[in-house]
């Protein structure tokens, strides 16, 4: 055979061979859009290191990094514009979302820390000159959390469990950012902090009424992406799944390299007490998992308690809200 016969031949059997493999086929294409991670957490390492990139490749697949949001509902925007297609969260602002469209849906579940010795990762909190001492003390009171997401839900059930109507009290809709402001300048009485925010409410004196240990929550955290992206690029969102289980996994036994990941100086960068509690959670932290049909009973009740106190305008058909993975395999 002459050299260029055998480099046509080579060629022609390269492109046999591509063609012939499904998942490249059905892959190609596929853009993970992802908010920025900031400066910890297995997603903030997976970008310093390249990972998402290099996994998502293998099945011709990418990843952009977005902008900054504080929490799952300060993305809604970016959701609806598409300048996300994957994000993170809870199912409480899940469901507020779905009530105004269907083109989300959550892919996987992260169960509930139930180890005592785990930090708490949310909380009811006071200043601490504050004379209320009881949640049945709020009446009258003002209280920042974030509409139709974690916080509210979470205060609708502390307010139920201690015989407080919910018109009993003013709910006063803010975002982290706007509640933490609020809450330091007095302009609200208590606030519903989460995430990041909780601990830092309390490492500056905040008092703790109630934590989310102590009701029978069930909003648990999870990944959400939209429909088009789930049901066009399977394999790529199971990558993505995988290399954040494989990361949560990795923190809990080596936390130090999840932490200031980009800065170890700066307003983003934790040390002292506050880098302990992170190391801490992480060493606690449960890897993600898919989300299946059995998931469902947690989606109802947080939509029953939502529905039952006005907080959706519209009903949320509870087997709209589920993706499958595994049953798209």
């Not at 409410?201 to 992406?225: C, E, F, M, T, Y």
């Not at 506050?274 to 989300?291: T, V, W």
């Amino acid at each position: 055979m002459s050299p260029r016969l055998a480099i046509l031949a080579v060629a022609t059997l390269c492109a046999l061979s591509a063609c012939s493999s499904p998942t490249a086929t059905a892959q190609a294409g596929a853009v993970l859009k992802i908010k920025d991670p900031g400066n910890a957490g297995p997603l903030a390492y997976a970008k310093k290191n390249g990972i998402l990139e290099k996994r998502l490749a293998q099945v011709g697949a990418k990843v952009e990094w977005g902008g900054t949001y504080a929490s799952f509902t300060a993305t809604v925007d970016a959701v609806r514009s598409g300048s996300v297609n994957v994000l993170e969260g809870a199912i409480s602002p899940a469901l507020g979302y779905l009530a105004n469209g269907k083109d989300i849906k959550i892919f996987s579940i992260t169960d509930r820390v139930v180890d005592p010795a785990a930090p708490k990762t949310d909380g009811l909190v006071v200043p601490a000159d504050s004379p209320v001492k009881d949640v049945k003390e709020l009446v009258g009171k003002r209280i920042a959390v974030n509409k139709g997401g974690r916080g509210e839900y979470l205060l609708l059930l502390a307010l139920e469990r201690a015989g407080v109507r919910p018109d009993q009290v003013t709910r006063v809709y803010l975002n982290p950012d706007q509640a933490a402001s609020a809450f330091a300048t007095g302009k609200v009485d208590a606030w519903w902090a989460i995430v990041r925010a909780y601990p830092e409410a309390v490492a500056k004196g905040a008092r703790v009424l109630v934590h989310s240990n102590d009701l029978p929550d069930q909003d648990l955290s999870i990944q959400a992406a939209r429909v088009e992206l789930l049901e066009k690029h399977p394999e790529a969102v199971r990558v993505y799944l995988d290399v954040l289980r494989e990361l949560t996994a990795q923190a809990k036994t080596e936390p130090d390299k999840f932490q200031n990941v980009f800065l170890a100086q700066g307003p983003t960068a934790l040390s002292g007490p506050r880098l302990k509690e992170e190391l801490d959670k992480s060493r606690h932290a449960l890897p993600p998992r898919p989300a299946t049909a059995a998931d469902l009973t947690y989606v109802k009740d947080v939509a029953g308690v939502f529905h039952k106190y006005g907080v959706l305008p519209a009903s949320v058909n509870p087997s709209d809200v589920i993706f499958d993975l595994r049953a798209s395999s």
